[in-house]
């Protein structure tokens, strides 16, 4: 969980003696598939990984073989555990373009040896308990279901990310031979796209009422896959329910996102429920609509390090767009999604301001409650879900959540600034 650059960049602070207590922020710059906010999800293994870091004999046998490191070099490397202290915003929590979602201060070697697997486990996490957050909305209330395991990159974090972002289920099968699958079960789905949907339909309605007879056995639902989802979930509606089969529930599932669901839905499909894969499993993006997916744009930055005097600590990148923000930082948010401020840690908390960023890992040490059940997490997300004023939730954000810095951010940036370029001459 290291690019190479990892250890030689450690390498290098070894060499010349610079390992002094540094701060990094992890952060996105955009929201995702052309929205306005991320649910955040991932730290828990972000934080399994952080506090389980370590090089076993075999990676610095490794090691040693790419790169002519110094032997005390990779001694060293033996030894190395993460020893700092690790500040982020709950699973669950809704944050916003530039705002940490990790804030990590370490020797220089801990926090850049850590920075892919962070960024990998919470912006993989984040981009897809989004996306199922976006879908899930999209459905209006109706269930939906995390298909994704065959496409998914990372099905475990796919899965899990999905049911934060309010997924209702997971499936990893699918149902052919009808009176195979309602002898053998109590309560059964049936997929109808094995062939003729509307055929099927029919077919479906014989042999639910034989084994309900026979065995007591109920269809619950039936499953729409392809083809003319509008025009087939109207007719399978109109048979069921001539059949006196009202209860049995039409899903639906098939490249779908949540573009397509609000689509459906906005034109009439009687569908009560939605299955969806690849679109959830990769966090895809939606061309068609100009909204950009596939991964989350995480990046991690230092801003500040100790070992400098006192007006060189705080650190500056000058890239137009992706200039960063120095100082060790502070989120709060404002009321209930009033807007958020982004402040320097020094700094009071503003009125009626609720501190986002909380202290995980502390001295290399995990806190009490930085990991909490999979079932508060999912509670959290889904009551700030519900909190989120509905302009938010809109597929394409129509404008940006409110998020201020502070005058003594400002400030420090310009600083910053200053200094750099008196340097540079």
Known sequence: MTDLYHPDSAYVSWRTGRNGPATFDLYVRTAPFAGAYMLVAGLEMALKFATAFRYSEADIR??????????????????????????????????????PLLRVTAPFQEAILLESG????????????????????????????????????????????????????????????FSAVAESFNRYTLLLDTYDP??????????????QHRMGHTLAAVRLDSGDLLGDSQYVRRVLDDAGMAEVRILASGDLDEFRIADLLQRGATIDGFGVGTSLGVGGASVEHGAPGGALGAVYKMVWYEDERPVDRAKIKLAGEKSTWPGKKEVYRIGSFESDIIQLQDEPPPPRGTRLLKPVIVGGQLQPGAMPP?????????????????????????????????????????????????REG
């Open 62 to 99: 490794y090691l040693s073989k790419i790169r002519d490191y110094a032997p005390e070099f990779l001694r060293h490397l033996r030894t190395l555990r993460f020893s700092g202290e690790i500040l982020a915003m709950p699973e669950g929590s809704i944050a916003f373009p530039d705002e």
């Open 118 to 177: 962070l960024l990998y486990w919470v912006s993989v996490s984040t981009l897809i308990a989004t996306k199922a957050a976006r879908i899930v909305h999209a459905a209006q209330g109706r269930p939906v279901a995390d298909f994704s395991l065959r496409r998914a990159q990372s099905p475990f974090v796919a899965t899990r990310s999905a049911f934060i972002g309010g997924c209702a289920s997971t499936s990893f099968l699918e149902r052919e031979a």
């Open 198 to 211: 509307r055929q099927a339909i029919h077919t479906a309605v014989e042999v639910a009422r034989q084994y």
């Open 374 to 422: 999979l079932s508060e997490i999912w509670e959290l997300a889904q009551r700030n879900l519900h909190l989120l004023p509905e302009e938010y939730h809109s597929l394409i954000a129509r404008k940006p959540y409110p998020v201020a810095r502070s005058e003594a951010l400002l400030a420090l940036r310009q600083q910053a600034m200053e200094r750099y370029r008196e």
